[in-house]
């Protein structure tokens, strides 16, 4: 009864459960703004290669 008691009690897997969900949120969110977040560090890329031209 007492290991019942304690294994009820134990939030050990808790941390795994909250990182599981976490992820599942990100991997949606990336889903969802795919297009947005292509351009976006496609223009970033562009911006990076231009002003490293004027160096050289």
């Given at each position: 009864m007492k290991t019942l008691r304690r294994f009820l009690k134990?939030?050990?897997g808790i941390g795994t459960?909250?990182?599981i969900l976490i992820l599942?949120?990100?991997?949606s969110l990336v889903i969802i703004f795919k297009n947005q977040l292509t351009s976006l560090v496609?223009?970033?890329f562009s911006h990076i290669v231009s002003k490293?031209?004027?160096v050289y």
């Open positions: 134990e939030e050990d459960v909250e990182m599942v949120v990100l991997i496609n223009d970033i490293t031209g004027s």
